[in-house]
């Protein structure tokens, strides 16, 4: 049992360690940190010029949805991108062909992407001080660290189902791409998810993301677990389900592809 749990573990950051090879191991330190202070500063301008443009004054909220945006696109599109490259670049025949449990292999390119996501808040956190004059005397940094952890555990489920969506469709990046731009409205990233129509608020209620980002935004503003702790169990629940779906969808798929050979005709 003790050397099944240890095989499984190894075999999870042996993946976790491949999929960063792939991914960040052409990158320098300086454009890896340059991207990251890039795009969050960049885009957290845009949209406080787009509020101040229908009125909204305070640019706070603003700057804090987008810097707790970061680790949920990190973990839609980087999970998207993993999986899909593994058929683009000729390793999904290799992994479908292993005899390893699928979970480990699957799970473990999430790691990287969850470990990015976490730093780019970090990157962003600071700026947004410096620059934006944003007040932390009232943070509840041990829970604001929790929240934006979990918010990049929970996106990769998205990015599960989404990185299986491009194995089989052509059209799946573009679905993904869709998707984040998505985010910028629907899960209070730019304003709050109450000034939503029904059925738009209803779809937020459903994704992860819409409450970590909530209660990541209590915490800033020094609220205690008592009253995030409804929000972040209903994160961990939704992001359990997406990660639960987002891997049946893949299992599903690969056995339909031993049939049909129909990840190999597209």
Same mark, same amino acid.
């Given at each position: 049992?003790i050397?099944?749990?240890?095989?499984?573990?190894?075999?999870?950051?042996?993946?976790?360690?491949?999929?960063?090879r792939?991914l960040f191991?052409?990158?320098?330190?300086?454009?890896?940190f340059a991207s990251?202070?890039g795009?969050?500063f960049?885009?957290?301008l845009?949209?406080?010029?787009?509020g101040?443009?229908?009125g909204?004054?305070?640019?706070?909220?603003?700057?804090?949805?987008?810097?707790?945006?970061?680790?949920?696109l990190?973990?839609?599109?980087?999970?998207?991108?993993?999986?899909?490259?593994e058929?683009q670049?000729?390793?999904?025949?290799?992994?479908?062909?292993?005899?390893?449990?699928?979970?480990p292999?699957?799970?473990?390119?999430?790691f990287f992407?969850?470990?990015d996501?976490?730093?780019?808040?970090?990157?962003?956190?600071?700026?947004?001080i410096l620059?934006f004059?944003?007040?932390?005397?009232?943070?509840?940094?041990?829970?604001?660290?929790?929240?934006i952890?979990?918010?990049?555990?929970t996106?990769?489920g998205?990015g599960?189902i989404m990185?299986?969506?491009? $194995?089989?469709?052509r059209?799946?990046?573009?679905?993904?791409?869709?998707?984040?731009?998505a985010?910028?409205?629907?899960?209070?990233?730019n304003f709050?998810?109450?000034?939503l129509?029904?059925?738009?608020?209803?779809?937020?209620?459903?994704?992860?993301m819409?409450?970590?980002?909530?209660?990541?935004?209590l915490? $800033?503003?020094?609220a205690?677990?008592s009253?995030?702790a409804?929000l972040v169990?209903g994160e961990?629940?939704?992001?359990?389900?997406?990660?639960l779906i987002?891997?049946?969808?893949f299992?599903?798929?690969?056995r339909?592809?031993?049939?049909?050979g129909?990840l190999?005709?597209?």
């Open positions: 049992m050397k099944s749990v240890i095989r499984i573990v190894r075999l999870y950051f042996f993946q976790a360690w491949f999929s960063y792939a191991a052409w990158s320098t330190p300086f454009n890896y990251k202070m795009f969050p960049f885009s957290m845009m949209f406080i010029f787009m101040k443009y229908v909204l004054n305070d640019p706070i909220y603003i700057v804090i949805g987008n810097i707790l945006l970061l680790p949920s990190n973990g839609v599109s980087g999970m998207s991108m993993t999986i899909g490259g058929k670049f000729g390793a999904l025949s290799y992994l479908l062909g292993s005899p390893a449990p699928r979970a292999l699957f799970m473990g390119r999430a992407h969850i470990l996501g976490f730093i780019t808040v970090l990157v962003a956190l600071p700026l947004a620059i004059h944003l007040d932390m005397s009232q943070t509840n940094f041990l829970l604001v660290g929790f929240c952890l979990l918010i990049s555990v996106a990769t998205m599960f990185g299986t969506v491009t $194995l089989v469709s059209d799946g990046w573009m679905i993904t791409s869709t998707l984040q731009i985010f910028y409205v629907v899960i209070g990233v709050p998810v109450d000034l129509p029904p059925v738009l608020r209803a779809f937020s209620s459903s994704l992860p819409t409450r970590g980002i909530q209660a990541a935004r915490a $800033l503003a020094g205690g677990w009253e995030i409804p169990l961990i629940l939704i992001g359990a389900i997406y990660i987002g891997y049946a969808t299992r599903f798929t690969e339909a592809s031993m049939k049909s129909m190999d005709n597209l």
